[in-house]
């Protein structure tokens, strides 16, 4: 399934040992939107997290505050632009999610983001290749396609781009998948095996069920802007997916073997597309390994085939505009 999502976060690494140390700094940026708050939250009773630094043009430090009564060993600091407050979050983390940008009203597709959300993710990555230039980035922004490849070209410009660490967020396409089978099946979604790739899921469904579950899982999204009715789009399960993807490296990072996420990473298993979302093995340095996304059937054949197409425009649309809008 293709989408596009950027979201940033940074870990150091880590040994995997009875002294774990557990000392991660997060940093959020856009911590006090939609998402940012019930991600803070979640990443607030993360134990790998010793240090949550959260930023955001508006709002930061009251969800700061908040956080910081929860009885977890994690600091919690909220900043705003003002007093270096982007730059403080950033020294030191590890790890960088990012879902800062405005989200999609309904008649809207993730692309009309892109105008507003480049400049911003622009500007955000290019404070994270100054302060913490090692950190793993959690891409979310919409469109994730195009912003993705923005912070790479940023990274590149300031000479520390780290492919391994570059991730966008698609693990909500997932988190979908895994519900909606569910529901078909009456399992539970946590027993679903599931791949949701550029446009691929494991299934045994066929026809217009196989039909109707695709389209559901693709235009997922769609649902939840529309049931919100312009008061934005997907946050509480949006903060789920980014936390779990954001455990997982954090689980990788401190030693546990056999983590593996799917995840748009730089990828070479389409010469079209320097991007792609699959499986992803994880390790203490990021992305150990893309795996190939093995054997898949006619119907999936014909959905990747267009999923590459658009996808290889996705990604160059954020290229050529990083190119001009430096
Ligand atoms: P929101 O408007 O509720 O929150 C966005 C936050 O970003 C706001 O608090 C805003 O003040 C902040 N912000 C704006 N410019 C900023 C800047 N320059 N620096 C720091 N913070 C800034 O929106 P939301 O619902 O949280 O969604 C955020 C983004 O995530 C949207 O682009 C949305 O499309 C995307 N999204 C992605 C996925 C995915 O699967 N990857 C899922 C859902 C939403
Ligand atoms: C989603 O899939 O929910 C997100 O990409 C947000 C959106 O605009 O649909």
């Given at each position: 399934m293709m989408f596009s999502r950027l979201a940033v976060a940074?870990?150091?690494?880590?040994?995997?040992?009875?002294?774990?140390?557990?000392?991660t700094k997060i940093a959020v940026l856009g911590a006090a939107g939609g998402i940012g708050q019930p991600l803070s939250l979640l990443l607030k009773l993360n134990p790998f997290v010793s240090d949550l630094a959260l930023y955001d043009i508006h709002g930061a430090p009251g969800v700061g505050a908040d956080?910081?009564?929860i009885d977890t060993k994690s600091t919690v600091k909220g900043y705003l632009s003002e007093y270096d407050g982007l730059q403080k979050t950033l020294d030191g983390a590890e790890v960088v999610v990012i879902p800062a940008g405005v989200p999609r009203k309904p008649g809207m597709?993730?692309?009309?983001?892109?105008?507003?959300?480049?400049?911003?993710?622009r500007d955000l990555a290019k404070a994270a290749a100054q302060h913490c230039p090692t950190a793993h980035i959690l891409v979310i922004s919409n469109p994730v396609n195009s912003t993705v490849p923005i912070v790479a070209e940023v990274f590149k410009?300031?000479?520390?781009?780290?492919?391994?660490?570059?991730?966008?967020?698609t693990t909500l396409d997932l988190v979908r998948a895994r519900r909606f089978v569910s529901e078909l099946r009456e399992s539970d979604p946590a027993s679903e095996e599931l791949i949701v790739i550029g446009g691929h899921s494991g299934h045994n469904f066929e026809g217009q069920e196989l039909d109707n579950l695709c389209k559901r899982v693709q235009f997922g999204g769609d649902e939840v802007v529309r049931a919100k009715g312009g008061a934005g789009s997907a946050t509480l399960s949006m903060a789920h997916a980014a936390a779990q993807m954001t455990n997982s490296?954090?689980?990788?990072?401190s030693g546990k073997s056999g983590v593996v996420q799917c995840s748009f990473v730089q990828s070479d298993l389409y010469p079209e597309c320097a991007f792609f979302s699959s499986q992803v093995e994880l390790g203490q340095d990021g992305v150990e390994k893309v795996r190939d996304i093995g054997k898949i059937n006619e119907y999936e054949e014909n959905m990747l085939k267009v999923c590459r197409a658009e996808?290889?425009?996705n990604i160059e649309k954020g290229k050529t505009w990083i190119a001009a809008n430096w």
């Open positions: 940074s870990i150091t690494k880590r040994q995997f040992s009875h002294t774990v140390s557990n000392a956080l910081c009564h597709t993730r692309d009309d983001l892109f105008k507003t959300n480049a400049s911003i993710v410009k300031f000479k520390v781009y780290d492919p391994k660490k570059l991730f966008g967020v490296l954090l689980e990788a990072m996808l290889a425009k």
